[in-house]
């Protein structure tokens, strides 16, 4: 029940396309949901985030959408570019952050 | 403001040793959280300190233990290294409430032979 889940492990674009991470939870205590984005040799950085009475939240071209019934919740990447490859991990709070196995993206010119 | 500083960079053990990873948060965050990262397994909680108590903890062997000072500074301790410790642990701090932003540090990569 403390577990997230994340898909897919792996995601290959092309620049100007649109990314697509998903992350499904089953404990209905998780009241916090943010992404965090990780380069190579970095540590994770918090990108966006979203609480569960709100169905979309939007910063720049990066949204998240978040359907409480079905207790899912995705990242959606719009013109993605090179500089966002990355590896991109879900994650679900209500006191301490449970983090998904992460998604492994990369955006070709 | 200087960010989250995490020591060793690197670090090689021999199996049945011990190792201490040191953590600096961020000025002013009283939460610092440590996590174990494997690929695969992605990022896994080891435990949280608030304020030089242990606030919260993940499902560790007692093997891994931590502790934070008055001045928020924290290090992680793991004992009788095995091989499957072998990992990048990351430290992350708060100012502790739910929504907080995590701030991570760049990590200690660890290995175990």
């Known amino acids: 029940q403390q577990q997230v889940k994340q898909s897919p492990q792996s995601l290959i674009v092309q620049k100007g396309g649109i990314s697509i991470i998903n992350c499904a939870y089953e404990n209905t205590a998780f009241d916090y949901f943010p992404w965090y984005q990780q380069f190579p040799g970095k540590g994770p950085a918090l990108l966006i985030a979203i609480r569960p009475d709100v169905s979309e939240k939007k910063e720049g071209r990066f949204t998240i959408s978040f359907n409480k019934s079905a207790k899912q919740f995705s990242l959606h990447i719009m013109d993605s570019q090179p500089g966002d490859s990355a590896t991109y991990f879900c994650?679900?709070?209500?006191?301490?952050?449970?983090f998904g196995t992460g998604t492994r993206l990369q955006v070709f010119p | 403001k200087a960010g989250v500083t995490q020591t060793p960079r690197y670090l090689i053990k021999t199996r049945g040793q011990q190792v201490t990873l040191s953590c600096s948060p961020i000025s002013g965050h009283r939460s610092v959280s440590w996590y174990q990262q494997t690929p695969g397994q992605g990022l896994q909680f080891l435990f949280e300190?608030?304020?030089?108590?242990?606030?919260n903890k993940g499902n560790f062997p007692g093997r891994f233990s931590g502790r934070q000072f008055s001045n928020s500074r924290s290090e992680m301790n793991v004992s009788t290294l095995e091989l499957g410790d072998s990992a990048l642990y990351l430290c992350a701090s708060s100012q502790g409430n739910v929504e907080s932003p995590l701030h991570f540090g760049n990590g200690t990569r660890l290995t175990v032979t």
């Open positions: 994650a679900a709070s209500y006191y301490k952050l449970i």
């Open positions: 300190y608030f304020s030089e108590t242990q606030r």
